[in-house]
């Protein structure tokens, strides 16, 4: 799988057509999260090509096998109950494979893959996103409607990254690394404000469970000079703006993020 690893990466190193050869059945790397784990790109049809995220390109940077348990619109409650509130993960999960096709939450299929591999020495995760954009939904960016929903929001996603970082811990001592949320519109003080909030707590909840913060909102931010688009970081669309998820460079600079804080 490392060798193929490499080859997406060094080939496309966001899409190639879909592998069959089964992953490994021990992997010593587990990914967790949302889209920008899954590598999620608008561009491509998901359900006949593989994307491949920033875990991919620090597996191949570490030379470990990777399992990739990220779902591309998944909310910190979608994570934690089959009933929560998600950014259609659910559906999402029904449209195209994932990576790794599990039943039941990410949550569930994480702490079933801990306990029966014991080889697996690193374990990243990246979410919160998604609950941002979940209240950006009601509300349009309006940040009156934020503020006004936004504590709300915050003790939701506060209770959930608990649950998840104590269940992880229970089958899991290793290096547990969160990656904080880039904020694809440096210029809009509004989403500068959530994200920012958010990163926050995923740096408490995950420190509090004695893991490691990577600043992926301090890499992107310092890597895209006030515009991730410009800078390519970003996926260009059509019409000539960007989406909000990275490109292949743009999953480097998340990559090499949590390389650093590895290496702290």
């Known amino acids: 799988m490392k060798a193929w690893i490499a080859a ?4 496309t190193g966001c899409a190639t057509a879909v592998d069959p050869t089964p992953g490994p059945a021990s992997p010593a790397y587990l990914a967790l999260g949302d889209s920008v784990a899954f590598g999620f790109n608008p561009l491509v049809d998901l359900a006949t090509t593989q994307v491949t995220g920033y875990p991919e390109l620090l597996a191949a940077q570490r030379g470990l096998d990777v399992e990739n348990l990220a779902c591309p619109g998944e909310a910190s409650g979608g994570f934690v109950s089959s009933t929560g509130a998600d950014n259609h993960c659910r559906e999402n999960r ?15 299929a994480a702490l079933k893959i801990l306990a029966s591999s014991p080889d697996i020495g690193l374990v ?8 941002v954009f979940l209240l950006d939904h009601l509300c349009g960016r309006d940040l009156t409607c934020i503020l006004s929903h936004f504590v709300a929001t915050m003790t939701e996603y506060q209770k959930n990254l608990a649950v998840i970082f104590t269940e992880l811990r229970q089958v899991y001592s290793g290096p547990l690394v969160a990656l904080t949320i880039y904020n694809p519109y440096p210029a809009d003080a509004t989403a500068e404000y959530a994200i920012e909030k958010i990163d926050v707590a995923l740096h408490d909840a995950i420190e509090a469970e ?11 931010t310092a890597a895209s000079h006030g ?20 490109t292949p460079a ?14 702290n």
């Open 124 to 131: 990243t995760i990246d979410l919160g996103a998604n609950d």
């Open 227 to 246: 515009d991730p688009c410009a800078a390519g970081l970003l996926i260009k669309l059509p019409d000539g703006t960007c989406d909000v998820h990275p």
């Open 94 to 108: 029904q449209a195209y494979p994932l990576h790794v096709a599990y039943d039941g939450t990410q949550l569930q």
């Open 210 to 220: 004695g893991g490691v913060v990577a600043d992926g909102l301090a890499a992107f």
């Open 250 to 263: 743009g999953a480097k600079v998340l990559a090499d993020a949590i390389g650093a804080a590895l290496a």
């Open 8 to 11: 997406v990466v060094a080939a």
